[in-house]
């Protein structure tokens, strides 16, 4: 096993890593690789933790670092950092490479003087290289409330002390989102790879139409593109044929989507009132892909 840095003339090569090891795993299909694309120009970029695990002369892992902000109450911001997408390839999974890659890059990163890092990821995995919810630090997750114990926003202080008794929200590098923000470049990046099926399965993240909320949880509940393909950002009732079937705005969505209240609450711990109901969207709508600004 060797562990080095990445080189150009790797690219491509750990880029279908990326997207071997990610396909369907969080969501139908995945982005990751197009993230780990354009971020190699992203002035958040570390290229002194772009590393890349070899077994037998083959790369079989990937991880790469960035920086990033918190955002503390007075204001201020204060530096911080991540790291993702980490890929093992899927043959090579379960073996404890993804861990041996991980442990490697944490030690020098903190030789690099990186005290603290925040992450999105499965805690029964990465509690092994000494992370843990990052709620317990103080630390809150920008697209949850404040007071939520998020179970996959975990965090390390790889300086024992770094944060000083600080609390903030966490801020993603807006890098991470390029395939939302651009859709066309991502597509045709995309086709440039072999075609694979994209589906919904049991495991990963919770999907929701990205025009009015509503979870999708199997391949019928999606809409379609204009060859009668499966969309899986939008649902059967906002998007067919490749354009949507309301022309609207997000706050007559939202009082559309609040005449199905009584559904909703059946599956809430304890029923909102409408008012409730409005509240809650108007906080979680500006983050839908239709809504984004």
Not at 189 to 201: D, G, H, I, R, V
């Amino acid at each position: 096993m060797n562990i080095r840095l990445e080189q150009p003339s790797d690219y491509r090569e750990v880029e279908n890593l990326t997207r071997e090891a990610f396909w369907n795993v969080y969501r139908p299909g995945c982005t990751e690789h197009f993230v780990l694309n354009q971020f190699r120009i992203n002035p958040d970029f570390i290229p002194e933790l772009d590393l890349v695990l070899e077994e037998d002369g083959r790369i079989i892992g990937h991880v790469m670092f960035s920086k990033a902000e918190l955002h503390l109450d007075d204001g201020t911001i204060r530096p911080s950092w991540t790291f993702g997408p980490i890929s093992i390839h899927p043959d090579y999974k379960h073996k404890g490479y993804g861990l041996k890659l991980l442990n490697h890059a944490l030690e020098k990163a903190r030789e690099m003087g990186i005290g603290f890092l925040c992450m999105e990821g499965n805690i029964d995995f990465y509690r092994n290289a000494g992370f843990d919810l990052a709620s317990k630090l103080g630390i809150h997750y920008h697209a949850e409330p404040r007071e939520a114990e998020v179970p996959y926003f975990l965090a390390q202080e790889l300086i024992p002390g770094w944060l000083g008794g600080i609390e903030a929200t966490y801020c993603p590098p807006r890098g991470y989102f390029v395939a939302d923000e651009r859709p066309e470049d991502f597509a045709a990046y995309e086709a440039t790879f072999p075609a694979k099926e994209k589906t919904l399965q049991p495991g990963q993240l919770p999907q929701f139409c990205q025009s009015c909320g509503m979870p999708l949880t199997r391949n019928e509940d999606c809409g379609t593109d204009a060859d009668g393909s499966i969309n899986f950002d939008y649902c059967q009732y906002c998007y067919k044929d490749c354009q949507f079937l309301q022309d609207c705005t997000m706050e007559e969505m939202i009082e559309h989507c609040a005449q199905f209240l009584d559904e909703v609450n059946k599956n809430m711990p304890k029923p909102m009132t409408r008012d409730e109901y409005i509240q809650m969207m108007q906080g979680f709508f500006p983050m839908l892909k239709r809504w984004r600004k």
